[in-house]
Nanobody, 115 residues
Framework: QVQLVESGGGLVQPGGSLRLSCAVSRSLFGLSVMEWYRQAPGNQRELVATFTWGRNKNYAESVKGRFTITTDNAENTVYLQMNSLKPEDTAVYYC?????????WGQGTQVTVSS
């Protein structure tokens, strides 16, 4: 069993930045996939960013150049740095990972971009 605890969401003005954190209860090296998703009201959950060991990071077209997924292996934490935020980035953001073919989701953290 793997536990994920997300944090870092909040209210930010357009153009601002936030960093989301996903603290994982085990070493990141045993994880095959680490991703961030988001879901806005009335919309389907969408993939935002993917980190896979030994491969390039991948991003949704809508966030390329603004969002960055990183890991802190010493802290067992996955981050999503979000810059130049737009109102359309408003959503609940979820951390997702796969360990031994089992998928795990975080509880979600709300990000609201508004003036």
């Amino acid at each position: 069993q793997v536990q994920l605890v997300e944090s870092g969401g909040g209210l930010v003005q357009p153009g601002g930045s936030l960093r989301l954190s996903c603290a994982v209860s085990r070493s990141l090296f045993g994880l095959s996939v680490m991703e961030w998703y988001r879901q806005a009201p009335g919309n389907q959950r969408e993939l935002v960013a993917t980190f896979t060991w030994g491969r390039n990071k991948n991003y949704a077209e809508s966030v390329k150049g603004r969002f960055t997924i990183t890991t802190d292996n010493a802290e067992n934490t996955v981050y999503l740095q979000m810059n130049s935020l737009k109102p359309e980035d408003t959503a609940v953001y979820y951390c997702y990972l796969v360990h031994r073919a089992t998928a795990y989701w975080g509880q979600g953290t709300q990000v609201t971009v508004s003036s």
